[in-house]
C-alpha cells in the first residue's frame, strides 16, 4: 500500500505561483510513477503531470506546458507540481496518484492510489 498526502493548494491571483507536493508513504521503496490530476466543478477529471521515480521521465498536458513543472525528492518521497502563471481555468481539486508502470500514464483509470485532494483557486 502507498499513501499520499496532497498539500499547497489555496487561493492566488491570475499570474500567480503555488507549489503542490505529494508525500508518499508506505510501500514507496517499489518504483512507480506518480501523476497530478485535477478536476474543476462539473467536469470530469483530467490529466496534468507526470513522472517516473526512477527515471525521472516526465509528461504533462498541453493546457499545463511551458507553465507547469513536476519534480520529486527521493530523500523526501515528495513529488512536487509547481504551479506558474495561473489562469482562471487552472481552478480545480488537484489529486496526485500513483502507480507501478509508465504505460497510461495519462490515463485515471490505471492509477492505484489516490491523495484526498487539495483545492487551486486562481481569481481574475
Known amino acids: 500500500q502507498v499513501q499520499l498526502v496532497e498539500s499547497g493548494g489555496g487561493l492566488v491571483q491570475a499570474g500567480g505561483s503555488l507549489r503542490l507536493s505529494c508525500a508518499a508513504s508506505g510501500r514507496t521503496s517499489s518504483p512507480y510513477v506518480v501523476g497530478w490530476f485535477r478536476q474543476a466543478p462539473g467536469k470530469e477529471r483530467d490529466f496534468v503531470s507526470a513522472?517516473?521515480?526512477?527515471?525521472?521521465?516526465?509528461r504533462y498536458a498541453e493546457s499545463v506546458k511551458g507553465r507547469f513543472t513536476i519534480s520529486r525528492d527521493n530523500a523526501k518521497n515528495t513529488v512536487y507540481l509547481q504551479m506558474n502563471s495561473l489562469k482562471p481555468e487552472d481552478t480545480a481539486v488537484y489529486y496526485c496518484?500513483?502507480?507501478?508502470?509508465?504505460?497510461?500514464?495519462?490515463?485515471?483509470?490505471?492509477?492505484?492510489?489516490w491523495g484526498q485532494g487539495t483545492q487551486v483557486t486562481v481569481s481574475s
Open positions: 513522472i517516473h521515480w526512477i527515471t525521472s521521465s516526465t
Open positions: 496518484a500513483a502507480k507501478r508502470d509508465w504505460g497510461g500514464y495519462g490515463v485515471q483509470g490505471t492509477y492505484d492510489y
